[in-house]
């Protein structure tokens, strides 16, 4: 049985779940947060570091602003992605007006953009609205 990394969003911490529990109700050993929810989460930069370094389940971030259009129009596709998509991907927001200097380390030109790490490294990346369909066909 191979354990899966992934970094919890609330506290940090770095869990080892079992592959045959992903889909379970996994939480974290030290906070007792939920792993794998079927819902979009808000994160920090530092939590994003942590994650897109060490987590084996794809990491979907949206890196976005409260002033763009295009943002808002996407937010509901892309929770509608994050429960299509539970259990095989984590999708979280990192607001890059608060956090302008995370947009400068992942060198976003321009907001929405869709930014998949996994096992340490960028897998894909898609600047513009989506919709729920396409937001899942980038991940798979």
């Known amino acids: 049985m191979s354990a899966k990394k992934l970094t919890c969003l609330d506290c940090g ?3 080892r779940v079992p592959a045959e ?7 974290c050993g030290t906070c007792g947060a ?12 530092a939590i994003l570091a942590k994650a897109a370094r060490n987590d084996d389940v794809p990491l979907v ?11 808002k129009m996407m937010a509901p596709e892309f929770a509608k992605a994050a429960q299509a998509l539970s259990g095989q991907a984590r999708l979280v927001k990192l607001n890059t007006e ?6 400068v380390k992942y060198n976003i030109r321009g907001i929405p953009t869709l930014v998949a790490f996994q096992k340490g490294r960028e897998f894909k990346r898609q600047s513009g609205a ?11």
């Open 13 to 15: 911490q770095v869990n």
């Open 21 to 27: 529990r992903l889909n379970a109700k996994a939480k």
């Open 34 to 45: 939920g792993l794998l929810r079927a819902k979009v989460v808000d994160i920090d930069p």
């Open 61 to 71: 971030v949206d890196f976005w602003a409260p002033w763009c259009g295009p943002c």
């Open 98 to 103: 608060d956090h302008a200097q995370a947009g």
């Open 130 to 140: 989506l919709r729920e369909d396409q937001i899942v066909d980038l991940v798979r």
